[in-house]
């Protein structure tokens, strides 16, 4: 066995349970620890890169063997191996015939210590099953592993106590179930309900917890893969997910036909504070099957203030029929974060109607509303730092419930939609950063906020260029602000858009109108929209193609004359001049 290397001591949301389904982890108890500020509790999170452990178990899952110390093994068999004055037994479970499923438990429910777990080697059947107390934590350490699971997760952490993994060299995790079928001690029981059943778990990921869960890799770095066609990736199920750091690639399908749902699924919350993370995602949308694949996923309904915060790393999310983010709050104050999403509904949201099998095989009929948008939170979005691009056929950020916020007080954000770019059925604030937004048509607007509600810009510091479908534009233009401001209904193409010596970009879609805000301009002061012109300055994003400050050259122009004064709606401006030379002032 390869020596463990020194680490760091540093989709519908709510699952649906029947009387033939039994959740393989229904007896376990809730963990205790902090709650958010609505009283809603929240699971006690591992200690991550400060996790320590008096008592170590190393499985080598090449050999099935396992030690306490690195020096004496003892093959995994059916019977019970014990450690620690029997407080950590070690076995494989057994199927209704007594023959070994393959897989492997870890028995630490009576645990009076921290436990650190050991895995190396690699397994091509069964996968690990480690049962914890609410009273100590687990860190799991992965070193070089890799596990093909058979009707079971992965790596299965039950009971609701918290835990660590952390991450060496590179770890693979290939989920064996299928969604669709019933897994579980009760699944043969309604065999006839499913595309399938059999004995195993339906526990809700390929690396599972119930309670909270924090990832980080080791010295030397460490990754780890995830493919699964049954639930989530990776998993907390009433807890908080925490990525600490390494680099994590992640999909929900193993091939066209078998797909999973979600990325990363927090029951309370998601956090990334570092690290990588990719996910690559397919939706389904068809009369026999109905199901979404969102990037990151929390449970809105039990956690109805559950969130997503994202403090630092890179995100890459890619998805179709689903959501980059869909939680009721999601908070960005850093990282580089790019969400992509596209879907059979085009632009606008669509009820489709048919019948399906969830997730375990329990039949369904009715309906299921998509809206395939980059980044949903319910009650409240906020952007105070970081780089966010954003891509969607439907709305590229959403508030979606009546009176929640938007807020952008700094970083860079480009959004670019076929709903709109910016929608909240409650204020929009803007205080600080770049926001760009390129909006087509469809009846929709570049900003919008809900009725009876508003849309301020305000401080000094913000920069605000958006440019779409002139129908609804006068939702785009803020009812007061504390910056110049210009805009035009009679702004229309496809080609870049830019200002003179303040901000330009290369792609939009085609657009009708256009406005921007920022303190570069001059009250009072004649500005000019330039239309197809040569760009340069600096490029601010190369992925978006937005030049900060920019220079344009040629192009046709639009004039506008700069104001402080709140929008009512009407144009601004609208003579469009020839070819000419630098547009602006």
């Not at 952390?166 to 179930?177: A, C, M, Q, Y």
């Not at 760009?436 to 469809?442: D, E």
């Not at 233009?477 to 805009?487: A, E, F, G, L, N």
């Not at 490029?539 to 040629?554: E, K, L, M």
């Amino acid at each position: 066995m390869k020596k463990a290397k020194k680490f760091l001591t540093l989709i519908a949301a709510s699952f649906f349970i029947t009387a033939c389904v039994v959740e393989d982890d229904s007896s376990d108890s809730s963990s205790s620890g902090t709650s958010l500020s609505d009283g809603t509790s929240i699971s006690a999170t591992a200690s991550g890169s400060d996790f320590s452990a008096p008592n170590k178990i190393y499985i080598d899952l090449d050999n099935a063997k396992v030690s306490s110390d690195e020096t004496t093994w003892s093959e995994i068999t059916t019977t019970s191996i014990d450690f620690f004055d029997e407080t950590v037994k070690v076995k494989y479970t057994e199927d209704d015939s007594g023959n070994s499923t393959g897989l492997i438990r870890v028995d630490a429910v009576d645990s009076t210590e921290n436990l650190a777990i050991y895995l190396s080697g690699s397994q091509t059947s069964g996968g690990v099953k480690i049962q914890t107390s609410t009273s100590y934590e687990i860190g799991l350490y992965l070193d070089s592993v890799s596990i093909t699971s058979t009707n079971y997760p992965c790596i299965d952490i039950t009971k609701g106590g918290s835990a660590t993994v952390f991450l060496s060299g590179t770890n693979t995790l290939i989920d064996g179930r299928k969604y669709g079928y019933g897994y579980g001690d009760s699944a043969s029981s309604c065999a006839s309900e499913r595309i399938g059943s059999a004995e195993g778990s339906d526990s809700k990921g390929t690396l599972y917890c119930k309670g909270g869960l924090t990832i980080v890799e080791s010295d030397d770095g460490g990754s780890l893969s995830v493919t699964q066609a049954y639930k989530n990736c990776i998993a907390s199920k009433d807890g908080l997910l925490t990525i600490e750091s390494g680099t994590l690639t992640l999909k929900n399908y193993t091939s066209s036909s078998e797909t999973g749902k979600n990325g990363l699924f927090g029951g309370q919350g998601i956090v990334v504070n570092d690290g990588s993370i990719t996910f690559n995602g397919y939706g389904i949308v068809s009369t026999s099957d109905l199901r979404k694949a969102n990037g990151f996923k929390t449970d809105d309904e039990d956690y109805p203030s559950s969130y997503v915060k994202i403090n630092g790393g890179t995100v890459n999310v890619t998805t179709y029929n689903g959501k980059g983010i869909n939680a009721p709050v999601v908070a960005i104050s850093g990282g580089t974060n790019t969400f992509t999403v596209t879907g059979t509904t085009s632009y606008s949201e669509s009820t489709k109607s048919g019948s399906w099998y969830d997730a375990d095989g329990v039949k369904e009929t009715g309906t299921v509303k998509f809206a395939p948008e980059g980044i949903e939170g319910a009650s409240s979005i906020t952007i105070s730092g970081g780089s966010t691009v954003v891509s969607a056929p439907d709305d590229g950020i959403n508030v979606s419930n009546s009176g929640g916020s938007l807020s952008i007080s700094g970083g860079f954000l480009y959004v670019k939609a076929q709903g709109d770019g910016l929608d909240s059925n409650g204020n929009i604030t803007i205080s600080g950063g770049v926001t760009v937004v390129s909006q087509t048509g469809n009846g929709n607007s570049p900003i919008d906020c809900g009725d009876n509600y508003k849309f301020t810009v305000t401080g000094t510091s913000a920069t605000v260029f958006a440019m779409g479908g002139s129908s609804m534009f006068s939702e785009s233009i803020p009812s007061s602000t504390t910056i110049p401001m210009i805009y035009s209904t009679s702004c229309s193409g496809s080609s870049s858009l830019g200002v003179n010596e303040i901000i330009a970009l290369a792609s939009p879609q085609s657009y009708g109108a256009a406005i921007l805000v920022s303190p570069r301009l001059t009250s009072g002061s004649s500005y000019s929209f330039v239309k197809g012109g040569t760009l340069g300055g600096t490029v601010y994003n190369s992925d978006a193609g937005v030049y900060f400050p920019a220079t344009v050259s040629g192009g046709t122009s639009v004039s506008c004359t700069a104001t402080t004064q709140g929008g009512s709606g009407s144009s601004m401006g609208g003579s469009s001049g020839g070819s000419s030379g630098p547009g602006g002032r």
